[in-house]
């Protein structure tokens, strides 16, 4: 059945006119005026077949001359239904699991191992060890199919296209037979006019696909080299050093990474439908920003028009601002036959716009247009974009070159986090759950996510939610770290891609970068197996590897953002300097700092001795919580050296499970701070507390800094499976540690206290555009609450500011005072009410007589959900509230009370009021820490 068309995942939310056929319509009006085109017999002319003959004859004639104004609109129909897959006929896996090579129901989008997931024939590869359970179905060919009737309106019309929005990777598809497509690219939209090859009634789609490993291998083996990539296959599928995943355009994360399991799928993962038009198809509808400012936003509307022939096209333009008044403007065009490209400018004065979260409302405008031929609507459109201009501004200082953004004229220091694929099958991962994320981290004061180069372009339902929550989004091309092949048909096939999701994002306000690659660059300079490799090659191949990638990274997709996004900056690599010389330094450029957990695996505190223009990347791993670990683990399963739990951890990972450096690094870091765990338990809440205070301390120190330093983005905010990662966001959605201190430490305003080499530095940050009046206050005390020193000072932060306000050293601070039993407290105030505090200790938490707490506890029914009162007799650091296996939200958690204060949170659960009390849990540092060896 024909339906006007749907949003897709590709498309934006096309919507092209529907109309029962206004061409029929006219055809038969058109036919009453028409003479009989031969004289006839009265007998003749009365007969019952020439009356037929002669309907046909004046339809035919009304639909040459009336053509393009008898045209109907576009029609979908979706052919995501009726899958069946198998095994390739000849696959020889076939041996070793036949059900699989039996036809069995199948879910497009989706891929074979969700498939195969569904049926019961694999396991979850997220339990326990399952994943290399799965690792047959990536080496593997499959073959799908479905059969899907077409009516005689579908074949009458001009044109009939099959659109693949996604297939993962390599295929050959076959209609009714005949081979229409070969597919090797995940992130490209597939169209093709298959009216010849249909036939009205039933019709059979076929796709075969190839695994990508099995496809180049062997090609791979019989070159001169192999092109350093990222993460060795530790389940000898590739032999090492020898990567396939350089080679082909697919989610490179789906190989393996540091983070994540390596699942490498096969599928149809977008929608498949048939789009079917006469002589006109709008292909494309975006509203460019060439100027916006506070009195007027210089706006194009731009269209793509597909006609069969020449002749006069009307478009109208309407749009809502935010405040619900509507406006429109109408112009008549003249269209060629083929591809045509329509640019109407036009003006909003005083528009209303975007803005990053915290800094104004993300203001969006709605556009609609539609396209028609002599009054015959023909084709309409929907956008929703935010007006606002972006700069990317890198000045001359006295600290080198700067690096930040600038929304609308005012400079915004960026604070988020990394984002990686939320799942390793994209198609399981709903817009629920991208709302849920993006709201946390909207939650924690964020206003921006780096998408990741190693990943895959995200639906278009995440780059909407950022939109509407004001969070700024760093969007990378899809490439990992890898090096890529130098050749032009790898370069040329990136550039469709580049172009269709280029075209597909622009209209998102929240896009404030399009970036190259991620650590292509740096990668290349200074990793050791690319200096390596380097020295393995001869001069001119070096030559054309180096020459390709700046092809790549400079020209081709530098020339793509110029051409269709050119209100957005481009950087070709991150880290990098835009080939203005050597990349990841601290004085031009952003940074990746990693020398704390990997490289050197410094302290936390080395933090605090680099200071970049703009912070990408950095990170300290944790566990996630014990909820958590208790779905991918079985009780005997949970200790830090179980193979299970070595599985999970995939930073530094020997072969298999034999080995895991990462848990070594882990507990090492652990360790350092707090002492041995006392268990399992313990390792696991410790973990996120040495992770969340070590990215505290990073981020403070960055803020602190401004505006020597601009962004802090720290790695990561999610996972795509259950897993011991850098995530201040586990797999299910639950915080961690750092995500609670997140909301903290990124917060409006900001006392930073930082105490390096014996010595606090005190610093108010404001990234308030307006001055605010408050006060700080610094207090020192014991650990029992007593009150050794206090002072305090007015003072008016200055809109987007760091203002330095005192330096004291320990002895200044302690005046005597035992230094493993004091600590002090630094806060900000405005109206009398704290807004951000800060405390600080004289040594690490292991050498520190902490007390152990009695923490008191209420929890009541309240109107919304409930209320839980915490009170401690003495200080209680990080303390964790929990529930066991109970899903129950808290407004607050890692936190620290003060001694004889009382903090309450509000607690939201399904579960009722004895069940919570019963299932309550309540952790602190000093309790963590009982029994620890140092």
């Known amino acids: 059945m024909n339906v006007p068309q749907n949003p897709s995942p590709f498309g934006r939310g096309w919507r092209e006119a529907p109309g029962e056929g206004p061409g029929l319509r006219h055809a038969r009006h058109f036919a009453r005026f028409v003479p009989s085109p031969l004289p006839l017999s009265r007998r003749e002319r009365g007969s019952r077949a020439w009356r037929?003959?002669?309907?046909?004859?004046?339809?035919?004639?009304?639909?040459?001359?009336?053509?393009?104004?008898?045209?109907?609109?576009?029609?979908?129909?979706?052919?995501?239904?009726g899958w069946q897959f198998r095994l390739a006929p000849g696959d020889p896996q076939a041996q070793e699991h036949p059900r699989a090579a039996q036809w069995m129901p199948a879910t497009v989008p989706g891929t074979a191992q969700t498939d195969l997931m569904a049926l019961k024939l694999v396991p979850d590869p997220y339990w326990r060890t399952n994943e290399a359970k799965i690792q047959w179905v990536g080496l593997s060919n499959w073959q799908y199919r479905t059969r899907f009737d077409v009516d005689a309106s579908t074949m009458g019309r001009a044109h009939v296209d099959l659109v693949f929005d996604g297939i993962d990777t390599f295929a050959d598809v076959y209609l009714n037979g005949h081979k229409i497509l070969s597919a090797d690219n995940m992130f490209r939209r597939w169209r093709v006019p298959v009216k010849p090859w249909l036939h009205a009634g039933a019709n059979t789609l076929e796709v075969v696909l190839y695994s990508p490993i099995e496809r180049l291998l062997p090609w791979l083996l019989k070159q001169p080299y192999a092109l350093p990539g990222e993460f060795d296959s530790v389940f000898g599928d590739e032999p090492k050093g020898k990567q396939t995943a350089n080679y082909v355009r697919k989610a490179a994360y789906q190989y393996g990474w540091d983070w994540g399991p390596r699942v490498v799928t096969e599928g149809i993962w977008q929608d498949v439908?048939?789009?079917?038009?006469?002589?006109?198809?709008?292909?494309?509808?975006?509203?460019?920003?060439?100027?916006?400012?506070?009195?007027?936003?210089?706006?194009?509307?731009?269209?793509?028009?597909?006609?069969?022939?020449?002749?006069?096209?009307?478009?109208?333009?309407?749009?809502?601002?935010?405040?619900?008044?509507?406006?429109?403007?109408?112009?008549?065009?003249?269209?060629?036959?083929g591809a045509n490209h329509i640019g109407i400018p036009?003006?909003?004065?005083?528009?209303?716009?975007?803005?990053?979260?915290?800094?104004?409302?993300?203001?969006?405008?709605?556009?609609?247009?539609?396209?028609?031929?002599?009054?015959?609507?023909?084709?309409?459109?929907?956008?929703?974009?935010?007006?606002?201009?972006?700069?990317l501004r890198r000045r001359k200082?006295?600290?080198?070159?700067?690096?930040?953004?600038?929304?609308?004229?005012?400079?915004?220091?960026?604070?988020?986090?990394?984002?990686?694929?939320?799942?390793?099958?994209?198609?399981?991962?709903?817009?629920a759950r991208i709302r849920q994320l993006l709201e946390s981290a909207r939650d924690a004061n964020m206003n921006m996510l780096r998408i990741w180069g190693g990943g895959y372009y995200l639906p278009d339902d995440f780059y909407a939610d950022a939109d509407k929550l004001g969070l700024m989004v760093w969007q990378?091309?899809?490439?990992?770290?890898?090096?890529?092949?130098?050749?032009?048909?790898?370069?040329?096939?990136?550039?469709?891609?580049?172009?269709?999701?280029?075209?597909?994002?622009?209209?998102?306000?929240?896009?404030?970068?399009?970036?190259?690659?991620?650590?292509?660059?740096?990668?290349?300079?200074?990793?050791?197996?690319?200096?390596?490799?380097?020295?393995?090659?001869?001069?001119?191949?070096?030559?054309h590897i180096e020459r390709g990638m700046r092809?790549?990274?400079?020209?081709?997709?530098?020339?793509?953002?110029?051409?269709?996004?050119?209100?957005?900056?481009?950087?070709?690599?991150?880290?990098?300097?835009?080939?203005?010389?050597?990349?990841?330094?601290?004085?031009?450029?952003?940074?990746?700092?990693?020398?704390?957990?990997?490289?050197?695996?410094?302290?936390?505190?080395?933090?605090?001795?680099?200071?970049?223009r703009f912070m990408t990347e950095y990170g300290l791993q944790s566990m996630p919580v014990m909820q958590t670990i208790d779905a991918f683990t079985v009780p005997s399963d949970r200790s830090i050296d179980s193979k299970v739990v070595r599985a999970h951890q995939k930073y530094d990972r020997g072969k298999r499970y034999a080995e895991s450096k990462g848990n070594r690094r882990l507990l090492s870091y652990v360790e350092r701070e707090f002492g041995k765990p006392k268990d399992f338990a313990a390792l696991d809440y410790l973990s996120q507390v040495m992770q969340a205070e070590g990215i505290e301390l990073a981020a403070e120190h960055l803020r602190a800094s401004r505006p020597e330093s601009m962004g802090s983005l720290y790695w990561q905010l999610d996972d795509d499976w259950p897993g011991i990662t850098w995530s201040s966001i586990d797999y299910y959605g639950r915080w961690k540690a750092l995500q609670w201190h997140a909301k903290r430490f990124y917060a409006p305003l900001l006392i930073a206290a930082l105490?390096?080499?014996?010595?606090?530095?005190?610093?108010?940050?404001?990234?308030?555009?307006?001055?605010?009046?408050?006060?700080?206050?610094?207090?020192?005390?014991?650990?029992?609450?007593?009150?050794?020193?206090?002072?305090?000072?007015?003072?008016?932060?200055?809109?987007?500011?760091?203002?330095?306000?005192?330096?004291?050293?320990?002895?200044?601070?302690?005046?005597?005072?035992?230094?493993?039993?004091?600590?002090?407290?630094?806060?900000?105030?405005?109206?009398?009410?704290?807004v951000s505090r800060n405390l600080v200790f004289f040594?690490?938490?292991?050498?520190?007589?902490?007390?152990?707490?009695?923490?008191?506890?209420?929890?009541?029914?309240?109107?919304?959900?409930?209320?839980?009162?915490?009170?401690?007799?003495?200080?209680?650091?990080e303390v964790w509230v929990s529930f066991g296996s109970l899903d129950a939200n808290v407004s607050d958690n890692s936190f620290d009370i003060l001694p004889g204060q009382s903090v309450t949170l509000t607690v939201r659960s399904s579960a009722g009021l004895a069940a919570l009390r019963k299932a309550l849990q309540v952790e602190d540092l000093a309790d963590a820490m009982r029994g620890a060896s140092k």
Not at 303 to 315: C, S, T, V, Y
Not at 511 to 538: H, M, P, Q
């Open 397 to 431: 200082d006295q600290w080198g070159k700067g690096f930040e953004f600038v929304v609308n004229g005012v400079p915004i220091f960026a604070k988020g986090a990394n984002f990686i694929p939320m799942d390793v099958f994209p198609t399981r991962v709903t817009p």
């Open 346 to 391: 036009f003006r909003i004065e005083h528009p209303q716009r975007w803005w990053p979260a915290g800094y104004g409302k993300p203001n969006l405008y709605e556009f609609h247009v539609d396209v028609g031929v002599d009054g015959k609507p023909l084709a309409s459109a929907d956008r929703e974009t935010g007006l606002r201009s972006v700069e």
């Open 52 to 81: 037929e003959v002669r309907a046909w004859l004046l339809f035919a004639l009304a639909c040459i001359l009336l053509l393009p104004s008898m045209a109907s609109a576009l029609t979908t129909q979706s052919l995501d239904n």
């Open 755 to 834: 105490r390096n080499g014996g010595s606090t530095r005190v610093t108010l940050v404001s990234d308030r555009t307006t001055p605010v009046a408050a006060q700080w206050r610094m207090r020192v005390l014991d650990f029992a609450g007593k009150l050794l020193q206090e002072r305090h000072a007015n003072v008016t932060l200055q809109p987007l500011s760091a203002t330095r306000v005192g330096e004291f050293t320990d002895a200044q601070l302690l005046r005597g005072a035992d230094p493993r039993a004091t600590f002090a407290v630094f806060e900000l105030l405005v109206d009398g009410r704290e």
């Open 476 to 543: 990378e091309f899809m490439f990992g770290g890898a090096i890529p092949p130098a050749g032009t048909a790898f370069r040329d096939n990136t550039r469709i891609e580049a172009i269709q999701q280029v075209q597909r994002l622009r209209d998102h306000p929240s896009i404030v970068l399009w970036c190259g690659n991620n650590e292509v660059e740096t990668g290349w300079e200074s990793w050791d197996d690319r200096k390596a490799f380097r020295k393995s090659i001869t001069p001119a191949q070096r030559e």
């Open 843 to 877: 040594d690490t938490p292991k050498n520190l007589a902490l007390p152990l707490p009695q923490i008191h506890t209420q929890l009541a029914r309240a109107n919304d959900g409930y209320t839980l009162t915490l009170a401690s007799d003495a200080l209680s650091r």
């Open 551 to 612: 092809e790549l990274f400079d020209h081709t997709l530098r020339d793509v953002v110029a051409k269709y996004e050119p209100s957005v900056p481009y950087w070709p690599s991150s880290p990098g300097t835009d080939y203005e010389g050597p990349v990841n330094v601290t004085d031009n450029g952003d940074y990746h700092y990693w020398d704390v957990w990997s490289g050197k695996a410094l302290p936390v505190t080395a933090y605090l001795d680099v200071t970049p």
């Open 273 to 337: 439908k048939l789009e079917s038009w006469d002589a006109l198809r709008l292909a494309d509808f975006s509203i460019a920003q060439p100027q916006v400012t506070a009195d007027v936003a210089q706006l194009q509307a731009q269209l793509d028009l597909e006609a069969d022939r020449a002749g006069k096209a009307e478009i109208t333009l309407r749009w809502r601002a935010p405040d619900g008044t509507t406006h429109s403007l109408a112009q008549t065009e003249t269209l060629r036959a």
